[in-house]
Protein backbone atom coordinates (compact mmCIF):
# COMPACT_ATOMS: atom_id res chain seq x y z
CA UNK A 1 0.00 0.00 0.00
CA UNK A 2 0.75 3.73 -0.46
CA UNK A 3 3.36 4.70 2.13
CA UNK A 4 3.33 8.66 3.72
CA UNK A 5 5.78 9.58 6.28
CA UNK A 6 5.77 12.72 8.42
CA UNK A 7 8.87 14.30 10.57
CA UNK A 8 9.40 14.91 12.62
CA UNK A 9 7.15 13.29 14.84
CA UNK A 10 7.70 14.78 17.75
CA UNK A 11 8.58 18.79 19.01
CA UNK A 12 8.61 21.14 21.07
CA UNK A 13 9.63 24.76 20.77
CA UNK A 14 9.25 27.45 23.00
CA UNK A 15 6.28 30.38 21.86
CA UNK A 16 7.48 32.53 19.63
CA UNK A 17 9.83 30.09 17.38
CA UNK A 18 8.74 28.79 13.48
CA UNK A 19 8.24 24.88 13.38
CA UNK A 20 8.68 22.93 10.06
CA UNK A 21 6.77 20.26 9.28
CA UNK A 22 7.45 17.54 6.31
CA UNK A 23 4.80 15.12 5.20
CA UNK A 24 6.37 12.65 1.83
CA UNK A 25 4.86 10.30 -0.02
CA UNK A 26 7.31 7.61 -0.23
CA UNK A 27 6.04 5.06 -3.24
CA UNK A 28 4.05 7.21 -5.06
CA UNK A 29 3.27 10.75 -6.47
CA UNK A 30 1.23 12.61 -4.57
CA UNK A 31 -0.84 15.37 -7.00
CA UNK A 32 -2.78 16.44 -4.09
CA UNK A 33 -1.76 16.89 -0.18
CA UNK A 34 -3.67 17.42 3.05
CA UNK A 35 -2.77 19.04 6.05
CA UNK A 36 -5.28 18.01 9.23
CA UNK A 37 -5.25 19.79 12.95
CA UNK A 38 -6.55 17.45 15.70
CA UNK A 39 -6.78 18.81 19.29
CA UNK A 40 -7.29 16.05 22.24
CA UNK A 41 -10.14 13.97 21.68
CA UNK A 42 -11.73 15.22 18.65
CA UNK A 43 -12.02 14.92 15.15
CA UNK A 44 -9.46 15.79 12.84
CA UNK A 45 -10.26 19.51 11.15
CA UNK A 46 -8.94 20.27 7.28
CA UNK A 47 -6.74 22.92 7.63
CA UNK A 48 -5.55 23.00 3.77
CA UNK A 49 -5.53 21.19 0.53
CA UNK A 50 -2.14 21.94 -1.63
CA UNK A 51 -1.45 20.91 -5.33
CA UNK A 52 1.82 20.49 -6.56
CA UNK A 53 3.36 23.44 -8.08
CA UNK A 54 0.39 25.36 -6.85
CA UNK A 55 -1.04 27.53 -3.87
CA UNK A 56 -2.47 26.05 -0.88
CA UNK A 57 -6.10 26.32 -0.26
CA UNK A 58 -7.09 27.16 3.05
CA UNK A 59 -10.18 26.21 5.09
CA UNK A 60 -12.08 29.36 6.18
CA UNK A 61 -10.57 30.08 9.97
CA UNK A 62 -7.41 29.02 9.13
CA UNK A 63 -4.63 31.85 9.26
CA UNK A 64 -2.26 31.75 5.63
CA UNK A 65 0.35 33.67 7.09
CA UNK A 66 0.46 31.70 10.34
CA UNK A 67 0.42 28.35 8.46
CA UNK A 68 3.12 28.82 5.71
CA UNK A 69 2.34 25.20 3.21
CA UNK A 70 4.73 24.07 0.43
CA UNK A 71 4.10 21.76 -1.91
CA UNK A 72 7.51 22.54 -4.13
CA UNK A 73 7.18 18.62 -5.48
CA UNK A 74 5.51 15.58 -6.22
CA UNK A 75 6.83 13.86 -3.19
CA UNK A 76 6.94 16.48 -1.06
CA UNK A 77 4.69 19.10 1.18
CA UNK A 78 6.20 21.00 4.35
CA UNK A 79 3.75 23.24 6.47
CA UNK A 80 5.71 25.68 8.78
CA UNK A 81 3.85 27.60 12.02
CA UNK A 82 5.28 30.80 12.27
CA UNK A 83 5.30 32.73 15.35
CA UNK A 84 3.97 29.11 17.32
CA UNK A 85 2.11 29.75 20.90
CA UNK A 86 -0.07 27.32 23.04
CA UNK A 87 -2.65 27.47 21.20
CA UNK A 88 -1.40 25.91 18.34
CA UNK A 89 -0.19 22.48 20.48
CA UNK A 90 -1.98 20.17 18.63
CA UNK A 91 -1.63 16.66 16.27
CA UNK A 92 -0.71 17.62 12.76
CA UNK A 93 -1.23 15.12 10.15
CA UNK A 94 -0.68 15.33 6.59
CA UNK A 95 -2.40 12.70 3.84
CA UNK A 96 -1.68 12.60 0.18
CA UNK A 97 -3.87 11.30 -2.60
CA UNK A 98 -2.21 10.43 -6.27
CA UNK A 99 -4.64 11.92 -9.11
CA UNK A 100 -5.96 8.17 -10.03
CA UNK A 101 -6.93 7.00 -6.77
CA UNK A 102 -9.80 7.12 -4.54
CA UNK A 103 -8.43 7.56 -1.20
CA UNK A 104 -6.16 9.69 0.87
CA UNK A 105 -3.28 7.89 2.10
CA UNK A 106 -2.47 9.34 5.77
CA UNK A 107 1.41 10.10 7.78
CA UNK A 108 2.10 8.94 10.76
CA UNK A 109 1.37 12.82 12.41
CA UNK A 110 3.23 15.43 14.32
CA UNK A 111 2.74 16.25 17.68
CA UNK A 112 3.62 19.86 18.60
CA UNK A 113 4.17 21.41 21.70
CA UNK A 114 4.57 24.83 22.10
CA UNK A 115 5.71 25.66 26.17
CA UNK B 1 -23.08 21.68 5.37
CA UNK B 2 -21.92 18.47 5.55
CA UNK B 3 -22.03 17.32 9.05
CA UNK B 4 -20.85 13.68 9.90
CA UNK B 5 -21.73 12.17 13.60
CA UNK B 6 -20.60 8.85 14.80
CA UNK B 7 -22.36 6.87 17.97
CA UNK B 8 -21.73 5.89 20.11
CA UNK B 9 -18.86 7.90 21.25
CA UNK B 10 -17.32 5.59 23.45
CA UNK B 11 -17.80 1.55 23.74
CA UNK B 12 -16.50 -1.28 25.99
CA UNK B 13 -17.02 -4.86 25.46
CA UNK B 14 -15.60 -8.26 26.63
CA UNK B 15 -13.16 -9.90 23.87
CA UNK B 16 -15.29 -12.07 21.13
CA UNK B 17 -18.37 -9.84 20.92
CA UNK B 18 -19.39 -8.58 17.62
CA UNK B 19 -20.15 -5.17 17.47
CA UNK B 20 -21.83 -2.30 15.34
CA UNK B 21 -20.32 1.36 15.33
CA UNK B 22 -22.87 3.72 13.45
CA UNK B 23 -22.10 7.02 11.30
CA UNK B 24 -24.71 9.15 10.03
CA UNK B 25 -24.17 12.34 7.61
CA UNK B 26 -26.01 15.22 7.03
CA UNK B 27 -25.57 15.26 2.94
CA UNK B 28 -26.56 12.57 0.90
CA UNK B 29 -24.73 13.69 -2.41
CA UNK B 30 -21.77 11.75 -1.51
CA UNK B 31 -18.95 10.14 -3.39
CA UNK B 32 -17.24 7.97 -0.95
CA UNK B 33 -17.04 7.19 2.31
CA UNK B 34 -14.26 5.60 4.39
CA UNK B 35 -13.83 4.32 7.64
CA UNK B 36 -10.81 4.23 9.52
CA UNK B 37 -8.75 3.08 12.46
CA UNK B 38 -6.65 5.74 14.73
CA UNK B 39 -4.30 4.37 17.59
CA UNK B 40 -4.11 6.81 20.41
CA UNK B 41 -1.03 9.74 19.43
CA UNK B 42 -0.80 8.05 16.03
CA UNK B 43 -2.05 8.51 12.66
CA UNK B 44 -5.16 7.38 10.37
CA UNK B 45 -4.92 3.65 8.64
CA UNK B 46 -7.42 3.16 6.41
CA UNK B 47 -10.03 0.21 6.98
CA UNK B 48 -12.93 0.16 3.95
CA UNK B 49 -13.91 2.49 1.57
CA UNK B 50 -17.07 2.25 -0.22
CA UNK B 51 -17.99 4.36 -3.11
CA UNK B 52 -21.23 5.77 -3.57
CA UNK B 53 -22.61 3.01 -5.97
CA UNK B 54 -21.70 0.59 -3.79
CA UNK B 55 -24.19 -0.90 -0.85
CA UNK B 56 -21.07 -2.52 1.43
CA UNK B 57 -17.62 -3.56 1.35
CA UNK B 58 -15.63 -6.35 3.60
CA UNK B 59 -12.41 -7.15 4.76
CA UNK B 60 -11.75 -10.13 7.07
CA UNK B 61 -13.55 -9.68 10.10
CA UNK B 62 -14.86 -5.99 9.54
CA UNK B 63 -17.97 -5.25 7.13
CA UNK B 64 -19.86 -1.63 6.28
CA UNK B 65 -22.33 -0.69 4.71
CA UNK B 66 -23.77 2.06 3.13
CA UNK B 67 -27.04 3.51 2.79
CA UNK B 68 -26.63 7.10 1.19
CA UNK B 69 -30.44 7.58 0.85
CA UNK B 70 -30.91 7.82 4.55
CA UNK B 71 -27.11 8.79 5.41
CA UNK B 72 -25.87 6.04 7.01
CA UNK B 73 -22.98 3.68 7.08
CA UNK B 74 -22.07 1.19 9.49
CA UNK B 75 -19.22 -0.70 10.81
CA UNK B 76 -20.09 -4.17 11.94
CA UNK B 77 -16.51 -5.90 13.67
CA UNK B 78 -17.12 -9.52 13.85
CA UNK B 79 -15.17 -11.43 16.93
CA UNK B 80 -13.63 -8.37 18.65
CA UNK B 81 -10.36 -8.73 19.87
CA UNK B 82 -8.00 -6.45 22.42
CA UNK B 83 -6.17 -5.32 19.29
CA UNK B 84 -9.23 -4.19 17.73
CA UNK B 85 -9.35 -1.06 20.83
CA UNK B 86 -8.63 1.86 18.96
CA UNK B 87 -10.53 5.07 17.81
CA UNK B 88 -12.70 4.20 14.82
CA UNK B 89 -13.35 7.31 12.33
CA UNK B 90 -15.69 7.69 9.51
CA UNK B 91 -15.63 10.52 6.98
CA UNK B 92 -17.00 11.17 3.36
CA UNK B 93 -16.34 13.53 0.56
CA UNK B 94 -19.08 15.03 -1.45
CA UNK B 95 -20.41 16.92 -4.29
CA UNK B 96 -20.97 19.34 -1.91
CA UNK B 97 -17.78 19.49 -0.30
CA UNK B 98 -15.29 19.04 -3.09
CA UNK B 99 -14.32 15.54 -3.91
CA UNK B 100 -10.93 16.02 -2.66
CA UNK B 101 -12.33 17.33 0.73
CA UNK B 102 -12.96 14.61 3.73
CA UNK B 103 -15.18 15.52 6.24
CA UNK B 104 -14.67 13.64 9.34
CA UNK B 105 -17.10 12.43 11.86
CA UNK B 106 -16.53 12.74 15.90
CA UNK B 107 -15.14 9.47 16.31
CA UNK B 108 -16.10 6.01 18.32
CA UNK B 109 -13.33 4.81 21.30
CA UNK B 110 -13.73 1.35 21.26
CA UNK B 111 -12.40 -0.81 24.25
CA UNK B 112 -11.76 -4.77 24.13
CA UNK B 113 -11.05 -6.05 27.44
CA UNK B 114 -9.49 -9.62 27.17
Known amino acids: GAVVSQHPSRVICKSGTSVKIECRSL??????MFWYRQFPKQSLMLMAT?????????EQGVEKDKFLINHASLTLSTLTVTSAHPEDSSFYIC???????????FGPGTRLTVL | KQEVTQIPAALSVPEGENLVLNCSFTDSAIYNLQWFRQDPGKGLTSLLLIQSSQREQTSGRLNASLDKSSGRSTLYIAASQPGDSATYLCAVNGRNTGFQKLVFGTGTRLLVSP
Open chain 1, 95 to 105: SARESSYNEQF
Open chain 1, 27 to 32: DFQATT
Open chain 1, 50 to 58: SNEGSKATY
